[in-house]
């Protein structure tokens, strides 16, 4: 039996009833299933910022012990850091092993991203696959691998050692960002430049630098903070005058559970939240997730 009656004009009219239930039946999916989603993804993000938080809040503990929620607040343990020439030695430690890595892998990276743009087919592919390897490569193993060969030059346990070390993680995800924000720029205008008469060096300082300076940014942000947050290499490489922040926290806690811990980790987090903040200021935060 059909759902459709006859019209004057001779044709059919099909019944209205069923089609706004159908409408709002799939406007009530989409609904629940936007619901849903943004659930999971508050899940997700609660999950990762919980570990942030515990950590904040026992490093303004009254106590000495490791407790949560801390049982009151204070200051002491901030103040018993910035008295401690141990952890105020690791944080430099941390500083310039951080300033030589970002410095080292930005140019290396962009070194190799300019490189690969002028190749191309099967040599591409061999460099890429080359730039990402140390990124495969465990801690554990590329640690001990440095700790020998440095050893043949007596670099072990100084800043040398210790910025290479991070460099072999930084440069691949430097190289990537770099490359990337690359393939969004005109290479005419490169070669442009060079048939002007300028050198390599004033083409790409004067052209391309400044169409790829969110890109050049944002492989130094990321180089900065891989080797704030560095540990198991570092473990290898440093020595008792070039302990970074996170090597001086594993050794501490190997013994108990140190307040200082929590206050160095609070202090890492915001320097990292610092560091994104500066970037998205300068480089616009929509740039700066685009270009990493």
Known sequence: MSDSTPRTDGGTE???GKAPAAGRRLVGGAAVGRWLFRAGV???FAFLLAP?????????????????PPKGL?????????????????ALNSLIAAGGTTVLA?????????GVSDLGGSREAAVLGLAVLPLLVPGVVLGSSLLVFLGEFDLQQTYTAVVAAHSLWATPLAFSVVRAALSRF??????????LGASPF??????VAPNIRSGLFAAALIAFVVSLQEFIMTLFVSGPDTRTVPVLAWNSLRGSLDPLVSVVSTLL????????AVGAAVAGLERLATDT
């Open 14 to 16: 099909t019944g209205t």
């Open 42 to 44: 508050g899940a997700v």
């Open 52 to 68: 942030i938080a515990v950590v904040v809040a026992t490093s303004f503990a009254e106590t000495g012990s490791l407790t949560f």
């Open 74 to 90: 204070s200051l002491q343990w901030y103040g018993e850091f910035l008295g401690s020439s141990r952890w105020r030695r690791a």
């Open 106 to 114: 930005t140019v290396a990276g962009t070194t190799a991203a300019l």
């Open 186 to 195: 005109d290479p005419r205008l490169r070669e442009a430049a060079l048939d």
């Open 202 to 207: 004033r083409a790409f300082f004067e052209v």
């Open 269 to 276: 987090v915001a320097a990292v939240v610092v560091a994104v």
